[in-house]
């Protein structure tokens, strides 16, 4: 079998990307703002998250809405959990390791 390598020039392809996350609570700048959970640095697990996803889902495919805050760790534990708390809630803490 003989392979045919060929170079073709392909024009840049435009993308929209999310370069700025901030704390909707306080404004505070997250450090990753391009990753799935932008308040992480490095090594470190971080991840506040207040979100709700509603929709359909069939074996085929699905389609629907997510509802979310993009809350940094600091407001997350002095502000949210408080406030939960304030609503009658107690949160449910777990362990977890890999």
Do not use: H
């Amino acid at each position: 079998m003989s392979r045919v390598v060929k170079t073709r020039i392909t024009k840049p392809k435009e993308e929209t990307y999310t370069a700025e996350v901030r704390c909707d609570l306080c404004g505070a700048l997250a450090t990753s703002p391009e990753s799935y959970y932008p308040w992480e640095k490095s090594y470190d697990v971080v991840r506040p998250e207040v979100r709700m996803q509603t929709g359909t889902n069939y074996p085929e495919g699905g389609s629907g809405e997510i509802i979310f805050f993009d809350i940094c760790p600091e407001c997350f534990a002095s502000k949210v959990i408080s406030a939960i708390r304030a609503l009658g809630a107690e949160p449910t803490v777990e362990d977890w390791d890999c």
